[in-house]
């Protein structure tokens, strides 16, 4: 059953207070699987938009499910990095600077595998979804 919008939004703004008030010790983690904060610039406000997700991490890159908790839908941080591929993220008290893009081919099918490892549940979104969830690469600005 997809996540309910309205909780998770909630829960995403109680978790980014408690993450930058405390570099991560509160909010930089749930159910054992690391958590980071990105944000994005709105694709129609303009104004910075701050997400708590989860991620693994590929060698110097970060990986995001974009799986919206198995929605129909696409989550509006990947809306806003599909329009601006700039972003911030923000690992405990480490922020810096990335550009966003989906990953396809070879890559999507070993990100998605090593994303699994970590969190199964999103293959249940993925049955879900009734849409492709994108697997988003997050690269360091040079």
Do not use: C
């Amino acid at each position: 059953m997809p996540a309910n919008p309205t909780v998770m939004k909630l829960m995403s703004a109680t978790n980014v207070f408690w993450y930058r008030l405390t570099g991560g010790v509160i909010g930089g983690s749930f159910a054992g699987r690391p958590i980071l904060l990105l944000t994005t610039t709105g694709r129609r406000s303009g104004r910075r938009r701050t997400t708590p997700l989860v991620y693994v991490e590929d060698g110097e890159n970060v990986v995001l499910i974009a799986s919206n908790g198995g929605n129909p839908w696409h989550p509006d941080w990947w809306l806003n990095l599909e329009a601006t591929a700039e972003a911030e993220v923000q690992v405990r008290s480490e922020r810096r600077r990335v550009n966003g893009e989906k990953a396809g081919g070879e890559e999507r099918e070993r990100l998605w595998r090593l994303a699994v490892e970590m969190y199964s549940g999103y293959e249940g979104y993925q049955e879900t979804a009734n849409r492709e969830i994108p697997v988003v690469v997050l690269r360091p600005q040079s």
